[in-house]
């Protein structure tokens, strides 16, 4: 009966939303495109079976999913993998960083209709979704079919966590049906079991990030010729920041530049179809913007450099004097700091990193990191370590350290998944 009740409430949601759709796609907007595969009709090309379904939400979920998607197939080749988001952002991380590994599909809508079609047309063996994508619908059909099911990579936020608990009679029905939960913390376990999921089914594996293979370091090389980097420059990068954090990174970055004059800003807005408002931003300092999609092009002393892509933040961490992580001075919640500290990068964040807060923990606890309170804080902080070159390396390296010495999460990622997922899947084969 409530899940009855949860997929009319969904229905009534889609239905009042169903005009703002039309429009866009009348107006040819990129996330309209594909209404259909929402639908769940998914099955031209896809790969050969048995298939494993994966599913990232979106660009940090998508980017987190590579090494395991990676592992997967080395360790069972004869597995094909479809890889569902639900952004095309999403989407585009899969076809540039797993092409030929991978094959995108969105994920269809969370009712009986598209759902049930969507898993006629995969037939997965088993299903893994990273982070926290709890589709009662969809994980119900799966249990319903006798197909074993994993989250990976588990967290509940602050925020997440609040809402859940008002729910908590259906979801716990949901969670009594995934085979294992793969928890990044002791405190997302406790909280997934709060809210239902069987103890004996909850593992800490610690966070996937940590497991992100950086680009080669001769890389660097090239991303600095491409910005037409000069031997007296230093590079600050602002990496997924919100609304109301670019004024402030704007306003640091200006008055840094009289007592630093070789400083760059590389301004990376989390969400790139925001690149027009933040050039404004920019404009309105007497600054001029240069995209990324512009380049190579000659760049004047007073540009600021305007990451409009997806899925090369990462890659500019690597030419960064110093790192702030957005989402963070405004709450947010954060984003992910283990990026430029794999690199070796000093990094900053504002005090809203409830979505991140282990990671968090971890770098302040090795001095990796520093917490700026505010736009005053963020500019000191940049300030010093712009001018201490030995002071910025070994806050890098000491960040580094920290989350190397975590790694091994795909690693007990795939044991839980031989266990619980291809363990279940071959013994419900046996039964029938």
Same mark, same amino acid.
């Given at each position: 009966?409530?899940?009855?009740?949860?997929?009319?409430?969904?229905?009534?949601?889609?239905?009042?939303?169903?005009?703002?759709?039309? *429009?866009?796609?009348?107006?040819?907007?990129?996330?309209?495109?594909?209404?259909?595969?929402?639908?769940?009709?998914?099955?031209?090309?896809?790969?050969?079976?048995?298939?494993?379904?994966?599913?990232?939400?979106?660009?940090?979920?998508?980017?987190?999913?590579?090494?395991?998607?990676?592992?997967?197939?080395?360790? @069972?080749?004869?597995?094909?993998?479809?890889?569902?988001?639900?952004?095309?952002?999403?989407?585009?991380?899969?076809?540039?960083?797993?092409?030929?590994?991978?094959?995108?599909?969105?994920?269809?809508?969370? &009712?009986?209709?598209?759902?049930?079609? #969507?898993?006629?047309?995969?037939?997965?063996?088993?299903?893994?979704?990273?982070?926290?994508?709890? @589709?009662?619908?969809?994980?119900?059909?799966?249990?319903?079919?006798?197909?074993?099911?994993?989250?990976?990579?588990?967290?509940?936020?602050?925020?997440?966590?609040?809402?859940?608990?008002?729910?908590?009679?259906?979801?716990?029905?949901?969670?009594?049906?995934?085979?294992?939960?793969?928890?990044?913390?002791?405190?997302?376990?406790?909280?997934?079991?709060?809210?239902?999921?069987?103890?004996?089914?909850?593992?800490?594996?610690?966070?996937?990030?940590?497991?992100? #293979?950086?680009?080669?370091?001769?890389?660097?090389?090239?991303?600095?010729?491409?910005?037409? &980097?000069?031997?007296?420059?230093?590079?600050?990068?602002?990496?997924?920041?919100?609304?109301?954090?670019?004024?402030?990174?704007?306003?640091?970055?200006?008055?840094?530049?009289?007592?630093?004059?070789?400083?760059?800003?590389?301004?990376?807005?989390?969400?790139?179809?925001?690149?027009?408002?933040?050039?404004?931003?920019?404009?309105?300092?007497?600054?001029?913007?240069?995209?990324?999609?512009?380049?190579?092009?000659?760049?004047?002393?007073?540009?600021?450099?305007?990451?409009?892509?997806?899925?090369?933040?990462?890659?500019?961490?690597?030419?960064?004097?110093?790192?702030?992580?957005?989402?963070?001075?405004?709450?947010?919640?954060?984003?992910?700091?283990?990026?430029?500290?794999?690199?070796?990068?000093?990094?900053?964040?504002?005090?809203?990193? *409830?979505?991140?807060?282990?990671?968090?923990?971890?770098?302040?606890?090795?001095?990796?990191?520093?917490?700026?309170?505010?736009?005053?804080?963020?500019?000191?902080?940049?300030?010093?370590?712009?001018?201490?070159?030995?002071?910025?390396?070994?806050?890098?390296?000491?960040?580094?350290?920290?989350?190397?010495?975590?790694?091994?999460?795909?690693?007990?990622?795939?044991?839980?998944?031989?266990?619980?997922?291809?363990?279940?899947?071959?013994?419900?084969?046996?039964?029938?």
């Amino acid at each position: 009966m409530i899940q009855a009740l949860y997929s009319v409430a969904l229905t009534a949601v889609l239905a009042a939303y169903a005009p703002v759709l039309l *429009t866009r796609r009348l107006r040819g907007h990129r996330q309209s495109a594909h209404l259909a595969e929402r639908l769940g009709r998914v099955s031209a090309g896809l790969p050969a079976e048995p298939r494993v379904w994966i599913h990232a939400v979106s660009v940090g979920e998508a980017i987190t999913a590579v090494p395991l998607v990676e592992a997967i197939r080395r360790r @069972w080749p004869e597995l094909s993998i479809v890889l569902t988001t639900v952004t095309a952002t999403g989407a585009q991380i899969v076809a540039d960083r797993l092409a030929g590994v991978a094959t995108h599909r969105y994920f269809p809508l969370d &009712l009986p209709g598209p759902v049930r079609r #969507a898993l006629d047309a995969v037939r997965p063996r088993f299903f893994i979704g990273m982070e926290t994508e709890l @589709w009662p619908n969809f994980l119900v059909a799966l249990a319903a079919r006798g197909v074993p099911s994993m989250i990976a990579n588990g967290r509940i936020s602050d925020r997440s966590f609040r809402r859940y608990r008002l729910v908590r009679t259906l979801l716990a029905r949901v969670l009594r049906r995934v085979s294992v939960f793969a928890m990044q913390s002791p405190e997302d376990a406790r909280r997934i079991i709060a809210l239902g999921a069987p103890e004996d089914r909850v593992v800490v594996t610690g966070s996937l990030k940590t497991d992100q #293979a950086p680009e080669d370091p001769a890389a660097a090389a090239q991303w600095e010729r491409l910005i037409d &980097l000069r031997p007296d420059e230093q590079v600050w990068v602002a990496g997924s920041t919100h609304r109301g954090e670019e004024e402030i990174v704007l306003d640091a970055f200006v008055r840094l530049r009289a007592r630093v004059p070789g400083l760059v800003l590389l301004l990376a807005p989390r969400h790139p179809d925001r690149t027009e408002e933040v050039e404004r931003l920019v404009r309105a300092r007497g600054l001029e913007p240069l995209r990324r999609t512009s380049l190579p092009h000659p760049r004047a002393r007073s540009a600021v450099l305007l990451l409009d892509t997806v899925g090369e933040l990462a890659q500019f961490y690597r030419i960064a004097h110093v790192v702030y992580v957005g989402g963070s001075l405004v709450p947010n919640g954060g984003h992910n700091m283990l990026e430029p500290a794999l690199r070796g990068k000093p990094v900053l964040f504002g005090p809203h990193t *409830t979505n991140f807060r282990e990671s968090a923990e971890l770098l302040l606890a090795a001095g990796g990191a520093e917490v700026v309170a505010d736009g005053a804080a963020l500019e000191a902080a940049a300030a010093a370590l712009l001018a201490d070159g030995a002071r910025a390396r070994g806050m890098g390296e000491r960040g580094r350290a920290a989350v190397q010495a975590r790694q091994g999460g795909v690693q007990a990622t795939l044991a839980l998944v031989e266990r619980f997922l291809l363990a279940t899947d071959a013994s419900s084969s046996g039964s029938r």
